[in-house]
C-alpha cells in the first residue's frame, strides 16, 4: 500500500491499535495440507512458509503456558451437505470430506494432547460452533491468528472475533492466500477496521513475555 493510503486513513482514524489484553490464546485456522500439497486445488504458493510461522506461535503458546486452538474444516462426505450454498460457490471444498487425507493438518502443524480442535463448517472459526463459549469461559481476551486463507477464513475468524468481544491480532507471517495481492489487501483492510496485523517478529517476544 502507498504512503498517502497510509496517511488517509491514519487521517480519518483508522488503523489504530487495540493492544493485547490479559489472557492470549493462539488461534490456528485451518492449517491443512489441502493448502501446503500441489495436487490440492486450493494450494498456496506461500503456504509453507505461514505454516513454519504457525509452528513457531505453538511452540511458544505451549513454552508459556498459552492455550493453542484450532480449526478444521469437516464434511461427511463430498457432498457438502452441511454448507450447501458454500460448497455452490466453493465446489473445491470437496477435499475437507471425512477421510480424506489433504483435511488433515499440514506438517509440521499438528494439535497437542488436550488442545481443542474446533470442527467448522463455514468460513469463520465462529460460525455454527462452540469457540466463543470455550474462549469466555477460559477468560481468554486476545486471540493471536494464523492460518489459511488470509482472504477467506483468517478474515471471517478476525472479524468475528472482534464481534465476539476478543483482540484479534493477526499474525501476517503466519497467514498465507493464493496471491500476494489479496493477501496484502486483506491483511491492510482487517489492519484497517478490525484486528491489529503485526509481525511474527512482534508476537513471539509478546507470547514469550
Known amino acids: 500500500m502507498s ?59 505451549r513454552d508459556n503456558a498459552v492455550p493453542v486452538v484450532w480449526t478444521s474444516v469437516r464434511f461427511a462426505d463430498e457432498s457438502c451437505s452441511e454448507a450447501p450454498l458454500f460448497a455452490a460457490k466453493v465446489p473445491a471444498l470437496k477435499v475437507f470430506a471425512d477421510g480424506n487425507p489433504l483435511g488433515g493438518f499440514a506438517p509440521p502443524l499438528s494439535p497437542a494432547p488436550g488442545e481443542l480442535v474446533v470442527v467448522k463448517h463455514y468460513a469463520s472459526a465462529f460460525a455454527g460452533t462452540s469457540l466463543a463459549a470455550w474462549l469466555a ?35 501476517r507471517d503466519a497467514c498465507a492466500d493464493r496471491e500476494g495481492g489479496p493477501h496484502e489487501n486483506n491483511l491492510f483492510d482487517l489492519n484497517a477496521k478490525y484486528a491489529d496485523v503485526i509481525g511474527l517478529d512482534e508476537a513471539l517476544p509478546a507470547l514469550r513475555g
Open 3 to 61: 504512503d498517502d493510503l497510509d496517511r488517509d486513513y491514519a487521517t480519518a482514524g483508522f488503523a489504530r491499535r487495540l493492544g493485547w489484553g490479559v489472557r492470549p490464546a493462539v488461534l490456528l485456522v485451518d492449517p491443512a495440507l489441502a493448502y501446503t500439497s500441489v495436487e490440492s486445488p486450493l494450494y498456496l504458493k506461500s503456504g509453507q512458509a505461514a505454516a513454519s510461522a504457525m509452528a513457531s506461535l505453538a511452540a511458544a503458546a
Open 137 to 171: 469461559s477460559h477468560s481468554i481476551d486476545t486471540l493471536v491468528i494464523g492460518g489459511y486463507s488470509t482472504s477467506g477464513c483468517v478474515r471471517a475468524s478476525a472479524l468475528d472475533a472482534l464481534q465476539n468481544g476478543f483482540r484479534p491480532i493477526v499474525v
